[in-house]
């Protein structure tokens, strides 16, 4: 727009920013997507107000997923004709009757009317995103009346539809007749329910990201209602991206918009959001954001016989060599074992998000995460129904027959091929799809038309060749052809505790319970929850394998001498994870541990690991404890029966500057605060030069006495401390410079000196001789940044060659001091001694072409000054 014409279009402009404020950039920097249920009037007045706010450039997207009065999804399940082919003539006439009556009802919900109007402004030719946003801040303004009154929803009364209409039309352009407007209005309401229109692909949108309505996204970041609306805010969200990418511009991982994708993807990704899966990734805000709130996870241990006996399906995966699609029950994998138990037709659906999961698995997320490095992976999944949580007799019936359609589906043998496989997945998907869409059509569901519907689904998925396997297996008692099933569902029953209308979900032990009104599951979800479980298998992409620093610590700590003495080079070890072990044919007595165990095993590890302990923080300790003795230096607390609050662990190189600088702060953790210091060392091995030309001593006042008690002064070398000394005790004979080493805006300098301090011999201060010196801090300078504001006081430019003149306020007699900004971010440096500042600018061009927009007084209050912004 006219307001940021004037501003730079280079991730340069991003370090121009002011202190705590936004920077003046214009490109595309943030995507913001405002999820909101139209109808909702908090939502709309949210919206109105971020649309009336934008201080910069944003990349704004509204996704408008409406609901009815009494807050149930307005778009139902219905027969998919296309995926399912022609329903059934029962269930044809159900659905008919069903539908059209939702339509009536949902035909003027003022959601549903307030959505199909902005999509329709938005689709204009002639200035449609400025048309649409208008009509938005219409509504807006209504919504603080209707708020004003009580209603917390747009009412959906020919009243209320009545004014979307008026904003709709007042938006329209100005030679649409009210004739043209009728049609198109009539048009618009046909048209808002069909596939592709935009409230249908907003509900997918929502489906497929498991996002919640309402809630925002601020490029990927998600925010909850309570993080963003009263008091709250998106704009600190936006500040914290600008920071990030601030410092990617600085550091050049950012140099230039096409890289932009790439970068926030290595900060990590999510294939979708579930808040029973990730919710410490959604920003909640209020007392829901307080600690402690979030849902901790929570696993189940499956008997181990009952769980070896059960059938699992696998996955579709690329083999490993990258030639055809195949099965993923080779070893070499990371298998994931999910474990679906349903209690109520309602979670019907769950087998068409797992099946199409387990068809066509995305493993792209994992792979597009520049974060990890990627294994190849598997997903296993089994399914059962509990037909005995029914409450009446005709939901028992049906349910008894959708169990025994389920598990008949299940009850493959052992050495099934791959093409079974993917029948009985194709199977369950499609059961997934039709048995939801026969209940949302008629509630009360009989259980002969499951059985139809299970007949269907095996007519058109599998193989007539065979199909009486399945009729078979249908016929035999459940008991007998999954004989760990009573074991299973016992441990079912004890982890839903008694629940009603649940369902679980198991993956790796890991435990999720689905509610009736919960959020749905899908299969982005389920990838999502592969990804949360892999945290342990998926390492970062430039760790070290514990194996490898098991057998080389000092290798692996970079000691290239510790190894001497052999010639041979040991072979490069391969970093090994949980489910490679597990292949290996040597990890037990018969060979590799059963495929089937791996989810055993994975789900004891998680649930270990998830109790708030990571072995990654327990790597320092072992590197220490592993050292050679003579590379190793402990330091045990001043008082050894007390609690030591401090562990300090360090490897360093004992003649890099960092040690002759930390080692006093070392000692002081060590004495003063009961800490418990441990130091690796780390020395080169070969130099091509002398190692050592400065030394350092870092000067400390410590305390009088010790945590133990004890005198500072009483200690070896104490003699001093207190009061602030640093001795050098060294034997050479080259020529020495000693310097006082200090903040960079100090001007420190030997003000007195019975020797040249730059030319110090041995002769001079040698063998007990003293050079008594005397230092003076001689000048402070002020560092800071001159920018060139635009007409709409953002800055554009760096005041590159501006002239400055500083005086001490009060005309005092003082020479005045003068500087000229730079070219690099605007940087200038002036002198700053303790006291109150005029800044002027130098007389001459300078002064003609811009004046001062900030503050012209400049305090230095402090030895440690901050940096000073001007702005032109």
């Known amino acids: ?101 939702d339509i009536m009802r949902s035909a003027t919900s003022s959601g549903l009317v307030v959505a199909a109007a902005y999509a329709d402004l938005m689709a204009l030719s002639s200035g449609g995103p400025r048309r649409s946003r208008a009509f938005i801040k219409a509504l807006g303004e209504k919504a603080k009346d209707l708020l004003q009154s009580g209603a917390t929803r747009w009412p959906t009364t020919d009243e209320g539809v009545g004014r979307i209409r008026a904003a709709w039309r007042k938006n329209l352009p100005e030679a649409t007749t009210d004739e043209d407007a009728g049609l198109r209005w009539e048009q618009m309401i046909r048209a808002m329910h ?50 990030v990418l601030q410092r990617a511009a600085y550091t050049g991982e950012l140099e230039d918009l096409s890289g932009l994708m790439d970068f926030m993807a290595a900060q990590g990704l999510l294939s979708a959001y579930h808040g029973d899966i990730v919710p410490e990734i959604a920003q909640r805000g209020g007392e829901d954001g307080m600690p402690g709130q979030s849902t901790t996870a929570s696993y ?54 797992f099946a199409a999961h387990l068809l066509s698995p995305d493993r792209s997320m994992v792979a597009d995460n520049k974060q990890l490095r990627t294994v190849p992976m598997s997903s296993h999944w089994t399914v059962l129904v509990d037909d005995s949580a029914s409450a009446s007799r005709g939901s028992k019936d049906r349910m008894a027959e959708f169990a025994t359609c389920v598990h008949s589906v299940l009850l493959k043998s052992k050495d ?45 998925k599998i193989e007539p060749e065979r199909q009486d396997t399945f009729r078979a ?15 299973m569902m016992a441990a079912a029953a004890q982890a839903l505790s008694g629940t009603e209308g649940t369902a679980l979900w198991v993956c790796n032990g890991r435990k999720v319970t689905l509610q009736l009104d919960g959020q749905a599951v899908l299969p982005s979800h389920v990838q999502l929850m592969e990804l949360m479980e892999a945290q342990y298998d998926l390492a970062d992409a430039g760790a070290q394998d514990d194996e490898l620093e098991e057998q080389d610590p000092m290798g692996a700590m970079g000691m290239e001498g510790a190894q001497q003495g052999t010639d041979d080079k040991a072979p490069a070890l391969k970093a090994k994870a949980l489910h490679e072990r597990l292949a290996d044919p040597r990890a037990g007595r018969s060979g590799a541990v059963a495929l089937e165990a791996h989810g055993l095993v994975a789900a004891i590890r998680s649930e270990a690991l998830s ?38 662990y360090g490897l360093l190189d004992p003649l890099s500057e960092i040690a002759q600088s930390a080692s006093a702060v070392l000692a002081l953790f060590g004495m003063t605060f009961n800490a418990e210091v441990n130091l690796v060392l780390n020395p080169l091995m070969q130099h091509s030069e002398y190692p050592l030309k400065r030394y350092y001593r870092e000067v400390i006042r410590w305390p009088a006495n010790l945590a133990n008690g004890r005198a500072t002064s009483s200690l070896p070398g104490g003699s001093g401390l207190v009061e602030g000394k640093a001795e050098f005790s060294l034997a050479t004979k080259h020529v020495l410079t000693a310097a006082v080493h200090s903040l960079p805006t100090w001007l420190v300098t030997a003000y007195e000196a019975e020797h040249d301090m730059d030319n110090l011999r041995q002769a001079d201060v040698g063998d007990g001789k003293w050079c008594e010196t005397t230092y003076q801090l001689r000048q402070l300078y ?66 003609d072409t811009f004046d001062i927009a900030n503050s012209v007084e400049l305090a230095v209050s402090s030895y440690i000054t901050p940096p000073y912004q001007l702005r032109v």
């Open 1 to 101: 727009d006219k307001k940021a014409q004037r501003w730079g279009d280079s991730l340069q402009h991003l370090l121009y920013a002011f202190p705590g404020g936004l920077a003046p950039v214009r490109l595309p920097l943030y995507e913001v997507v405002f999820v909101l249920d139209p109808a909702d009037l908090s939502d709309l007045m949210e919206v109105q107000a971020l649309l009336s706010n934008l201080p910069m450039p944003i990349a704004m997207h509204l996704v408008m997923v409406p609901s009815g009065d009494n807050g149930a999804q307005a778009i139902k399940a219905s027969w998919d004709a296309e995926a399912l082919g022609q329903a059934p003539s029962w269930l044809a006439a159900k659905a008919i009757t069903s539908e059209g009556r």
């Open 194 to 243: 069909d596939r592709g229109s935009y409230i249908h692909n907003c509900s997918q949108y929502v489906a497929t990201l498991g996002v919640p309505v309402p809630s925002v996204m601020v490029n990927g970041r998600l925010l909850l209602k309570g993080a963003y609306d009263g008091q709250q805010s998106i704009f600190p969200i936006i500040g914290h991206e600008q920071q």
């Open 300 to 353: 189940v241990q499956w008997p181990a016989e009952a769980f070896l006996q059960t059938r699992f399906l696998v996955s579709v995966e690329r083999p490993l060599d990258d030639t055809a699609q195949d099965v993923a029950a080779a070893p070499g994998r990371l298998a994931f074992f999910h474990v679906v138990v349903l209690r109520s037709l309602a979670h019907a659906y769950l087998l068409h998000t």
């Open 416 to 460: 099934a091929d791959a093409e079974e496989n993917r029948q009985r997945l194709q199977m369950l998907k499609f059961l997934g799809l039709a048995i939801p869409a026969a209940v949302a059509a008629d509630p009360s569901l009989p259980g002969s038309r499951v059985r139809e519907l299970c007949e269907l689904a095996l007519s058109k």
């Open 473 to 487: 297996a249908a016929a035999t008692e459940l008991q007998a052809t999954l004989p760990g099933r009573g074991q």
């Open 611 to 648: 109790q708030g302990k990571n072995e990654i923080f327990t790597q320092p300790a072992k590197l220490f404890e592993k050292a050679p003795t003579a590379m190793k230096l402990k330091l045990p607390p001043a008082r050894p029966e007390a609690a030591s609050p401090i562990q300090v």
């Open 782 to 847: 002020v560092e800071g940044q001159a920018f060139i504001l635009g007409e709409d006081s953002w800055p554009v430019a760096s005041a590159k060659g501006l002239q400055i003149d500083v005086a001490l306020k009060g005309g005092q007699a003082s020479p005045p001091d003068d500087t000229i900004v730079m070219g690099n971010l605007g940087y200038f440096q002036m002198h700053g001694n303790p006291g109150l500042y005029e800044v002027h600018l130098k007389p001459g061009l300078s002064n």
